[in-house]
């Protein structure tokens, strides 16, 4: 009886910490959120000039271009960037100078310059007062 006592109590522990891991809520996601609370959402803009921000935030499969307190771009990348859940760098190539949807988007790490992944842009969503 306590062969199975001991591993069905393990499992159910393990069950519990997974389940809390699941809803942990994520800091950079919140940091976001926080920047575009009493900001409300436009029509999707195609491109966005690149002189418009002033500071970028990330969280998994987000960037938000902030162009001040009442003004931010939020988009949401297509595929998947590891990177920008760890506060990554943001590394755009584009020749033009705004970022539209499509453009390629690679995260680096901040120490040792490695690419940590790669995505495209979506469209941006303009939040503003």
Do not use: W
Not at 40 to 61: H, K, S, V
């Amino acid at each position: 009886m306590i062969r199975l006592a001991v591993p069905a109590a393990l499992l159910l522990v393990g069950l519990t910490a997974a389940d809390a891991a699941q809803y942990r809520p994520d800091p950079a996601m919140a940091k976001i959120e926080k920047q575009l609370r009493g900001l409300n959402p436009g029509a999707p803009l195609r491109c966005l000039r690149r002189d418009q921000t002033n500071q970028i935030l990330t969280a998994e499969g987000v960037i938000l271009y902030v162009a001040g307190r009442n003004r931010a771009y939020r988009n949401d990348v297509v595929g998947h960037c590891n990177g920008l859940a760890r506060g990554d760098v943001v590394v755009t190539n584009s020749p033009r100078r705004e970022l539209c949807d499509g453009d390629l988007v690679q995260t680096r790490a901040p120490t040792g310059g490695m690419f940590t992944g790669s995505c495209s842009l979506g469209k941006f969503t303009p939040f503003t007062k």
